[in-house]
């Protein structure tokens, strides 16, 4: 019997986990489905379990808070709609990223990867330094987009990365602002996409809605105890971040 823990606050991931656990042939257990880093901590420091499904944005929390206060010795598959933690992710006994929405396949992987490392305890040590590398391989060598294209009635322009002060996703369609305030109508149907593309140490998704441009942050104030507001170059509308992200984020700003 394989023990897991799903720590995820969206309830259809959950029951996506559970779906894809029940059609393997592994027999399978979720002992605990936990949505808040307080109750990830107080589960974790009195039960053992053989795999964790983790989400990154909890509701009280980054999951990665977790895990610098609680030691885990099994392996973690992250499960989160945001791709700039690769790297934090690998640091806390990840061994598989699932980028929502994530498919069978890609969740069937992260599972055979499970079953290899469990089977194999040096194994798990040698793919792991070699995934790590692979991982930082590809950030180093990763070439980020310039520019987006803009169509319209009168033509085709372009936007160059450095003048966009953030996205903005409404309704499944992406707006880019510039450093004047003009808002531009994106082909790209959604922030995911937008992340994929774009550099993660320049971009950083406050909420579901918003990804903001570090170069462009011209003022940051409190909000509320766990939110911040921050005001763009060229708009004076303030953006929040989410209680989720906000520790991440003031992280991100002083890197």
């Known amino acids: 019997m394989i023990k897991i823990a799903i720590i995820e606050d969206e309830i259809p991931a959950r029951r996506k986990l559970k779906r894809f656990l029940e059609e393997l042939e592994e027999t399978t257990e979720v002992v605990a489905e936990i949505d808040t880093v307080e109750m990830a901590v107080e589960f974790l420091k009195n039960t053992h ?13 980054n999951a990665f808070d977790i895990y610098k206060q609680v030691s885990v010795s099994c392996p973690i598959v992250f499960t989160t709609a945001y791709n700039q933690f690769w790297m934090n992710a690998f640091e806390s006994n990840g061994i598989a990223y699932l980028l929502k929405p994530f498919s069978r396949e890609s969740f069937q992987k992260a599972w055979d990867k499970f079953l290899l490392f469990r089977k194999s305890p040096s194994l798990e040590n040698e793919l792991l330094a070699n995934l790590t590398k692979l991982i930082e391989k590809n950030f180093a060598e990763k070439s ?4 987006f294209t803009i169509h319209t009635r009168q033509g085709i322009y372009f936007l160059h990365i450095e003048n966009i002060t953030f996205f903005e996703a ?17 082909i790209e149907s959604t922030l995911i996409e937008i992340e994929e593309q774009i550099n993660p140490s320049h971009f950083f998704r ?14 940051i104030e409190r ?13 004076d509308r303030y953006l929040k971040t989410s209680q989720s992200s906000t520790s991440t984020f003031r992280v991100w700003i002083d890197e």
């Open 206 to 219: 406050i909420n579901r809605s918003v990804l903001v441009n570090k170069q462009h942050i011209e003022i």
């Open 144 to 147: 980020y987009k310039k520019r």
């Open 170 to 186: 409404n309704e499944s369609v992406v707006f880019a602002f510039d450093t004047i305030g003009k808002k531009y109508l994106l």
């Open 49 to 61: 379990v053989d795999l964790i499904f983790s989400d990154i944005e909890l509701l009280d929390g």
């Open 223 to 235: 909000f509320t105890k766990n939110t911040l507001a921050i005001k763009m170059t060229g708009n």
